[in-house]
């Protein structure tokens, strides 16, 4: 008996966006073992036990191994991708003859970010056929993010890096289980190390957190804040901070605006309101205030945590603020510890850049609007918690077909039983997938995707974020024995069958659709202009830090005169808002006050949003996503761990299954997105867990700016079921 060859191969996981370095043993044409590379100079071996599960995600029985097209009975038959692909184009073609480009759109989710080619041919095709309908998973994630750097303007040089800090500030994230790094926070590549290494040099890190997370409990200083009043509790940060005289006096002279006016903003904040609102005592605030102004390096950073509360875009801009009050940006000579790869080389003068300088990503409004709530474009995209409604609203402009491109509208999207309208009055819903998803079981058309190991790609989603200028390029490892496709080549092939044109975004160039460019060719022109050119980068086998590259902020540009504001239009007014609200009475919560406890996000290690909850290894650590609560409520309200609850918001109402946790404190649940199915199949909770985005209206409470809902610190009630367990 002859043994099977096996062959060994570099390359790198995309579950995630930690994109962590691989070793991948291949044996007749399949991969059958993966593990962390731990040659590899940032990941040195770490994987996660989704990466594990790489080779069940590829050779299991949930992998989507054909094209379907519905029946009209329901069911769906097996065809040809490039069967489908032609009758989609088909279908677009009519569609847009009748009603307009504007009735088709494109949703962009997770796993499209980590196709290097995905997004960019996706808006070459979009634009086309002259369709603004791009929608992706950023504006149900972390817009304010940008929106604060929007408004309070962009310090070309960086900030401090995490290896130089001596304190880092971290509000509602958890990049111990996430993997999400975040510039000069704690990284998400080899997480527990990195922060291990840097603790024993000496960084202190504080965490805001209204659990006791992973991070939490390897912070210097843990302020458990009530869900939702981080708004407060850095307003009163900012008002200790200024009112100590803590700031970088010189830096705001020279480099910033507005100081006069913020102060005056968060006057109200005092210590006894901010410990009275947010539970944290005015002690520690004030300890946490003192420890990050007194640096003298390190940055303050968030999560999803903050960013899905109520006020995301003012407690973004606080935490901006603080960076700058603490002159936290480097100056002219620092070092840049990671300019970007492939990212295109550009001057990083040490000072801030007006809007009309900033990067086109960069901007609120401009192009057409939503047809719903006043919601804009921003940041070039369409809104997606507006998409439903866009799919559901008659006139024109309405939106008739929907690409779902790496994502689960099912599963994420706020108001779940919205989306499940839309999804059902569309007329043409083509999913590109790996697997059958609550989504994909509800499309007209499922076109089956190449997975990560399957394609030729470079590091190009997380490579500004990483600590040092690293980069990897990874040939494909197999080839799938179906005709899976890369996302992408679903767009080359309509635009051929449609003779449309393919522009790539951002002066990149147009493509041939009639003879598409090889992976190469096509990343070759994405990344064009790079620092480094995508061919030396795939000289190196492995992941490679270019140590080489040494850039340093730049010497301001002469004429250029701009400066960072601190009490932008809009901030001092949403300070005195906040500070109108009444300070919500502890258990009764939500418009009407009858709602007991605060519902806030999180995510488990064993899963990515929907993905893996039906992985073997994932399924061993959990079929649920348990509703968390303190031991105190579990006391008080009798609850049984593991028993079937009712959860109820203001919106909607879903069953869970709560687990006691020591990390929370009462009038908290602490529970994961992304799972569960449509209502029909709440009974199978324990099986498939429960979708809180149920519990969320987009209508009620959002903000105007992003359109984005409030996901996280959701007013809910917990209700015993009849007879116990359901
Ligand atoms: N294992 C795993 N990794 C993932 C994902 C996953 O599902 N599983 N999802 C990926 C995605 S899509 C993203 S965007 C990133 C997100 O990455 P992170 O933002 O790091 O995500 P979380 O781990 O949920 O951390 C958010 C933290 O915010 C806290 N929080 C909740 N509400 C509030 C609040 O009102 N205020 C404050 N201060 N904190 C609050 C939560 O308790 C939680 O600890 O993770 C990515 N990585
Ligand atoms: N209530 C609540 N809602 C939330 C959040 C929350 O914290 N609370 N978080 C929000 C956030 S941060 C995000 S990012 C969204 C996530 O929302 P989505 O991105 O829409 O959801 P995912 O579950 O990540 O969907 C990824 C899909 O891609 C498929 N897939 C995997 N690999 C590939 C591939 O290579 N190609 C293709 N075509 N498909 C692939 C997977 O099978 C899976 O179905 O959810 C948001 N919704
Ligand atoms: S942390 Fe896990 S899922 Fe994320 S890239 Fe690494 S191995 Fe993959
Ligand atoms: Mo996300």
Redesign the pocket.
């Known amino acids: 008996m002859s043994q099977p060859t096996t062959s060994t191969h570099k390359s790198f996981c995309r579950i995630c966006s930690a994109f962590c370095a691989l070793e991948v043993d291949v044996e007749e044409g399949r991969v059958q073992r993966v593990r962390g590379d731990a040659s590899d100079p940032i990941h040195a071996g770490y994987i996660c036990i989704k990466g594990r599960q790489i080779p069940h995600q590829m050779n299991g029985p949930e992998r989507l191994r054909s094209a379907y097209r519905r029946r009209a009975d329901g069911g769906f038959d097996a065809i040809a991708t490039e069967t489908a692909i032609g009758e989609i184009a088909k279908r677009v073609n009519a569609i847009v003859a009748r009603d307009g480009a504007r009735a088709v759109a494109a949703y962009m989710?997770?796993?499209?970010h980590f196709?290097g080619a995905t997004n960019a041919v996706v808006k070459a095709w979009l634009a086309g056929i002259g369709s603004p309908g791009y929608y992706t998973?950023l504006t149900?994630?972390q817009p304010a993010k940008i929106v604060s750097v929007v408004r309070h303007g962009l310090w070309a040089g960086g900030g401090h890096s995490f290896a130089s800090a001596d304190i880092v500030l971290s509000i509602g994230n958890n990049p111990i289980v996430s993997h999400l790094s975040l510039p000069g926070g704690v990284p998400g590549n080899n997480p527990v190390k990195r922060l291990n290494d840097e603790q024993r040099r000496g960084l202190k890190i504080i965490v805001v957190d209204p659990r006791r997370s992973e991070l939490a409990k390897r912070a210097d200083l843990h302020l458990q804040v009530r869900p939702g009043e981080d708004p407060t509790l850095l307003a009163g940060m900012v008002r200790a901070i200024l009112a100590e005289e803590l700031h970088d006096a010189a830096f705001c002279a020279e480099y910033v605006t507005g100081v006069e006016a913020l102060r005056q903003a968060v006057d109200g904040f005092t210590p006894d309101y901010v410990e009275r609102r947010t539970g944290v005592a005015a002690d520690r605030m004030l300890e946490a205030a003192r420890l990050f102004a007194r640096g003298p390096r390190g940055m303050a950073t968030s999560g999803?945590g903050p960013d899905?509360a109520p006020h995301p875009n003012l407690t973004e801009h606080l935490i901006i603020s603080l960076n700058t009050l603490c002159g936290r940006w480097n100056r002219e000579g620092d070092p840049i510890a990671n300019p970007g790869v492939l990212s295109p080389v550009l001057p990083r003068p040490a000072q801030a850049i007006p809007r009309e300088l900033m990067p086109p990503m960069l901007r609120i409004g401009g192009g057409p609007r939503s047809r719903v709530r006043g919601l804009q474009q921003i940041f070039g995209e369409m809104p997606t918690p507006a998409l439903a409604d866009e799919i559901l609203l008659p006139g024109a402009g309405q939106v008739k077909v929907l690409f779902t491109?790496?994502?689960?509208?099912v599963?994420?999207w706020?108001d779940q039983r919205k989306t499940l309208r839309a999804l059902d009055a569309l007329e043409l819903h083509v999913c590109?997938?790996?697997?059958w998803?609550a989504s994909a079981r509800r499309a007209d058309y499922v076109v089956p995707?190449k997975?990560?190991l399957e394609r030729e790609d470079v590091t190009l989603f997380p490579d500004p974020y990483y600590e040092r200028p690293y980069s990897m390029y990874s040939e494909a490892v197999v080839e799938p024995d179906f005709d899976a496709i890369e996302?992408w080549e679903l767009f080359t092939g309509l635009a051929r069958r449609m003779g449309k044109p393919l522009e790539l975004p951002d002066g990149k160039g147009p493509i041939d659709a009639a003879s598409p460019p090889s992976k190469f060719a096509l990343m070759e022109q994405i990344t064009a202009g790079s620092r480094v050119p995508l061919a030396e980068i795939r000289s190196h086998p492995g992941g490679h830090v270019f140590d080489e590259i040494d850039v340093r902020a730049d010497a301001p540009i002469p004429g250029v005169e701009a400066k960072l504001n601190v009490a932008p239009e809009g901030v001092p007014e949403e300070l005195r808002e906040v500070r109108s609200e009444p300070v919500p009475a502890l258990g009764r919560y939500g418009d009407d006050g009858s709602y007991t406890h605060l519902l806030i996000?999180r995510r488990l290690r064993h899963v990515?949003?929907?993905?893996g909850q039906g992985w073997p290894q994932s399924r061993r650590k959990g079929t649920t996503n348990p509703a968390f609560m303190s031991r105190e409520d579990f006391e008080a309200l009798g609850l049984e761990p593991g028993e079937v609850v009712a959860i109820e918001s203001e919106h909607d109402r879903i069953l869970g299954v709560v687990e006691p946790s020591d990390d929370l404190g009462p009038g908290v649940i602490s529970m994961a997105?992304?799972w569960g199915e449509a209502p029909e199949r709440d009974g199978e909770v324990r099986d498939i867990g429960a979708n809180?985005?149920r519990l969320?209206s987009t209508e009620r409470h959002y903000d105007s700016i992003t359109g984005m809902a409030r996901?996280s610190a959701i007013p809910v009630r917990v209700q015993r079921l009849e007879g116990g367990a359901a």
């Open positions: 989710g997770t796993a499209s196709n998973s149900i994630d999803t899905m491109m790496g994502g689960n509208p599963a994420a706020p590109v997938e790996s697997e998803t995707a997975l990560p996302d996000s990515l949003n929907s993905v997105h992304a809180t985005g969320i996901q």
